[in-house]
């Protein structure tokens, strides 16, 4: 059974905005109207939601994040508190650069810290885990563990968001069993 969206009195969500039912949108958030976002989501304190925009199911974001126009966010991504997104790589207040967004995609269950940032033009992998304020100015691969200025990958993080050591080419998931294998540069989950 579908539970109800939660707005808080003190937020804004403008007509047209797409809200799939279990989401809670707290105080002081405001939602732009071409806003596209599954369900079950959470919208912590002060967080803005451009109008280009696509949210998916069960995304948290946490207080003080802004999503700009030219943001994908797949299914259980988690956007720490104050984390950053960009949309112009190259901003100027007396040049308009609308015109030239660079989108970014965040894939399925992928973990931004807190106060990261993310650069525009870029692709976060599945799984990925980006380390409280690491800025990432380039794509990163599924699984793998972000950290400092400018983000540098230093090993890869299991599905359940529990960092994985290698023995050779396998490892195995310290809380769920799950079993990875590197493979041409890449971590993979082996399905049974």
């Known amino acids: 059974m579908a539970t109800a969206t939660t707005i808080h009195?003190?937020?804004?969500?403008?007509?047209?905005?797409?809200?799939?039912?279990?989401?809670?949108v707290w105080h002081f958030v405001h939602i732009s109207g071409g806003a596209r976002i599954g369900r079950d989501c959470s919208f912590g304190q002060n967080v803005f939601v451009g109008n280009d925009v696509v949210i998916g199911n069960n995304v948290k974001i946490q207080n003080n994040v802004s999503v700009y126009d030219a943001v994908t966010l797949e299914d259980d991504v988690f956007c720490g508190p104050s984390m950053v997104f960009?949309?112009?790589?190259?901003?100027?207040?007396?040049?308009?650069?609308?015109?030239?967004?660079?989108?970014?995609?965040?894939?399925?269950?992928?973990?931004?810290?807190?106060?990261?940032?993310?650069?525009?033009?870029?692709?976060?992998?599945?799984?990925?885990?980006i380390g409280a304020g690491a800025v990432v100015n380039r794509d990163v691969p599924d699984f793998a563990l972000m950290v400092g200025v400018?983000?540098?990958?230093?090993?890869?993080?299991?599905?359940?968001?529990?960092?994985?050591?290698?023995?050779?080419?396998?490892?195995?998931?310290?809380?769920?069993?799950?079993?990875?294998?590197?493979?041409?540069?890449r971590c993979e989950l082996i399905q049974d």
Request: charged share 25%.
């Open 9 to 24: 009195p003190s937020a804004i969500v403008d007509a047209g905005a797409e809200l799939g039912d279990g989401c809670r």
């Open 86 to 129: 960009t949309n112009v790589y190259n901003p100027r207040s007396a040049v308009t650069r609308k015109a030239e967004y660079r989108r970014t995609v965040v894939r399925q269950g992928a973990t931004l810290g807190a106060n990261s940032t993310i650069v525009c033009g870029t692709t976060i992998g599945r799984y990925a885990f």
């Open 150 to 185: 400018p983000a540098r990958q230093s090993g890869w993080m299991s599905r359940h968001g529990e960092r994985l050591h290698f023995d050779g080419d396998a490892a195995t998931c310290p809380h769920t069993g799950d079993r990875y294998r590197l493979l041409d540069g």
